[in-house]
């Protein structure tokens, strides 16, 4: 079947804006996850979904970052008043269960820009 | 604080060596280690998953063994090819952080032919 997909491929938005961004995961994928790869940051994680719940958003750098999860699939990741520092690759990854076993398989991430 | 290390941040070998990259990690309590690859521009393709209670892990050309007493994952590329040029992440979900998969910053892999 169809890999986890992410929408847009790019963003390009202006300092101020918000943006939102999308995640498709794998059908039948219960756990979905958002991280945050920067230039000389490595791979972060952001926020973790089993179903619609978020257990875990210890990973969100402030509160102009947000997350949902609806229907126990779509994930939308949203920045408001978008900074220059979040400029970043933004990876969405999907799995069976989240119970720390099973493979978590990754989209193909969104590029933004924050000029 | 929980890390994990990539050694070295870059290789370079001619087409057809057998090659290891290496991962420490800092805290033996794991659920899980998995082996990324990432190609320029792309996401990340899951090349292997360890279980905490596994020592290896083999998909074709590809191993990975774990010693989670020492921290320590290495992954064996046999017969490398110009193919194999990419980033290789490591990365470790430990027991204690959720399921959230603490990376590496990876090796950068570059086989000339």
């Known amino acids: 079947g169809a890999g986890v997909s992410q929408s847009p491929s790019n963003k390009v938005t202006e300092k101020g804006k918000d943006v939102e961004l999308r995640c498709d995961p794998i059908?039948?994928?219960?756990?979905l996850y958002w991280y945050r790869q920067s230039l000389g940051q490595g791979l972060e994680f952001l926020i973790y979904f089993q179903g619609n719940s978020a257990p875990d958003k210890s990973g969100l750098p402030s509160d102009r970052f947000s997350a949902e999860r609806t229907g126990g699939s779509v994930s939308t990741l949203t920045i408001q008043r978008t900074q220059q520092e979040d400029s970043a690759v933004y990876l969405c990854?999907?799995?069976?269960?989240?119970?720390?076993?099973?493979?978590?398989?990754f989209g193909p991430g969104t590029r933004l820009t924050v000029t | 604080k929980q890390e994990v290390t990539q050694i070295p941040a870059a290789l370079s070998v001619p087409e057809g060596e057998n090659l290891v990259l290496n991962c420490s990690f800092t805290d033996s309590a794991i659920y899980n280690l998995q082996w990324f690859r990432q190609d320029p521009g792309k996401g990340l393709t899951s090349l292997l998953l360890i279980q905490s209670s596994q020592r290896e892990q083999t998909s074709g050309r590809l191993n990975a063994s774990l010693d989670k007493s020492s921290g320590r994952s290495t992954l064996y590329i046999a017969a490398s090819q110009p193919g194999d040029s990419a980033t290789y992440l490591c990365?470790?979900?430990?027991?204690?952080?959720?399921?959230?998969?603490?990376f590496g910053k990876g090796t950068s892999l570059l086989v000339t032919p």
């Open positions: 059908s039948g994928h219960t756990a």
């Open positions: 990365a470790v979900n430990f027991s204690n952080s959720g399921y959230a998969l603490n």
């Open positions: 990854a999907s799995s069976l269960v989240g119970t720390g076993s099973y493979e978590q398989y």
